[in-house]
């Protein structure tokens, strides 16, 4: 999830689907007291590289305020039980780490009925206040994640996705004389055991400057349950760009030109990138590119269905909200590759230029027919490429509709729309994936001309945001 969750509202009643999370007012359960014969014990080194520390010779985790901490202590057995989850794929062995499993949390913190809904975040945060505690974590570094600790202070409620809660909040490492307070995004995941989560696996070795940086990551264990909830802490950006369109979409205006070509670039920017290191992203959508309006700058965020692309390796094709979701994934093929998320980003792109969500599916197979409504029904030749040797339903194919024409569906919405546009948009949202734009043949396009002149710059007369290859595609 993003820093940010809005949902979208439009004049002509397209809604996207809530990802909001149910809230409770109960004040927080009671923590057992603690153990007053436990000894207290010598503090371990954080610095050590052992792969076991002993929790009988560390001491718990202490909150600048109590009451968000349990006191109590497990034995190696009960720790090692709590992070089972971290050793089911091979990926997360490389930072599972005992010594995170001394973090304890209140039980509140692991309430799933207490998890915060967007409509009543006020109410939310009046009723839990500032959180502050003290953890360790790792700060993500190039070549070996560094043993840390952290005061974090829990602030303000941003939003929820499925299977997590994201709060602004402020870190500041203990172990370093001088060092200041940082604004970031805390991203909370909530336990699921049917759901592997690889991000922070994934995410830590991901570093461009259009996809939000992990800084730190902790693991903390309910002192009851034994469940754990794992924490990453974000880069903060102030927006999305489904908050910045849902704010012109209330207004009855458009988001301007300059911002849309400085978004898709930088998009298509980070989309090279993890193709480049073979990742594909799987949720590419309006929440998930945050975005700062007064720099132009935009990062691609949320990596919780991300994952190493390995070509011709089977994955699930229920991946990607609906309304982005590439024809091959609609169709169940399993085989896909990187261009899901171009297409993604094609659907976003016509989006920003309409105020339309393009493919306004009611579930898997309407999004298929609204496809075929507007980019025809596939032939035999574009389904090759497609779904190469995949077997179809006959009946996904019953209905023949012709394509419809680009320039005509976008001048209908904007009256600025050009056949540029229209052609940028064509060529992404294409059923021939690997013929849909892309790389720097799609940063090449005259779409983005205007970025490219020495004159351009933002509204209020700064330059733009860094730009990769621009140079280059001059």
Not at 16 to 43: C, F, L, M, Y
Not at 140 to 166: M, P
Not at 378 to 396: R, S, T
Not at 439 to 455: I, V
């Amino acid at each position: 999830m993003p820093p940010v969750d809005t949902s979208k509202k439009s004049s002509v009643s397209i809604v996207k689907d809530s990802n909001g999370s149910n809230i409770s007012k109960k004040t927080a359960a009671s923590e057992k007291p603690a153990d007053k014969n436990q000894e207290k014990q010598p503090e371990t080194d954080l610095n050590s590289d052992a792969d076991e520390i002993s929790v009988r010779s560390s001491p718990v985790v202490v909150s600048a305020s109590a009451r968000n901490f349990s006191p109590i202590v497990f034995s190696r057995n009960e720790l090692k039980a709590a992070g089972k989850g971290c050793e089911k794929d091979v990926e997360e062995n490389e930072h599972f780490d005992p010594v995170f499993y001394k973090n304890q949390v209140a039980m509140r913190q692991h309430d799933q009925a207490k998890r915060p809904l967007n409509s009543t975040q006020a109410e939310a945060m009046v009723e839990l206040g500032e959180l502050e505690v003290e953890v360790i974590a790792k700060k993500v570094s190039k070549n070996k994640d560094i043993r840390c600790k952290l005061t974090v202070k829990q602030q303000a409620y941003l939003g929820s996705g499925a299977f997590s809660d994201v709060y602004k909040g402020t870190v500041k490492p203990k172990d370093k004389k001088g060092s200041q307070e940082l604004t970031v995004a805390i991203k909370k995941i909530w336990p699921d055991p049917s759901r592997e989560d690889r991000q922070i696996a994934i995410h830590r070795k991901l570093d461009h400057q259009n996809l939000i940086k992990l800084l730190y990551y902790y693991v903390c264990v309910h002192p009851e349950t034994k469940q754990t909830m794992w924490s990453l802490i974000l880069e903060l950006m102030p927006s999305t760009v489904a908050q910045e369109q849902g704010k012109r979409m209330d207004r009855g205006t458009l988001l301007p030109s300059l911002y849309v070509k400085l978004f898709m670039y930088q998009t298509f920017c980070g989309l090279l990138y993890l193709e480049k290191v073979r990742y594909f992203h799987r949720d590419i959508k309006p929440d998930n590119l945050l975005v700062n309006m007064a720099s132009g700058c935009l990062k691609i965020g949320d990596f919780g269905s991300a994952r190493r692309y390995r070509p011709y390796e089977k994955n699930t094709a229920y991946q990607v909200t609906r309304y982005y979701r590439a024809p091959e994934l609609c169709m169940k093929y399993t085989k896909y590759d990187t261009t899901v998320d171009i297409w993604a980003a094609g659907c976003i792109l016509a989006e920003m230029l309409t105020n339309r969500i393009i493919f306004y599916g009611e579930d898997n197979a309407d999004q298929l027919k609204k496809i075929f409504r507007i980019c025809g029904t596939p032939n035999m030749d574009q389904l090759k490429e497609c779904v190469p040797g995949h077997e179809l339903d006959p009946i996904i194919l019953r209905d023949q509709f012709p394509a419809a024409n680009w320039f005509k569906i976008l001048k209908r919405y904007n009256r600025n729309a050009t056949q540029v546009h229209a052609d940028m948009v064509g060529a992404i949202l294409r059923y021939e994936c690997n013929k849909r734009l892309r790389g720097l043949d799609a940063l090449r396009h005259p779409f983005f001309n205007s970025l490219r002149k020495p004159t351009a710059k933002m509204p209020d007369g700064s330059a733009l945001p860094s730009l990769e290859y621009l140079n280059e595609t001059r």
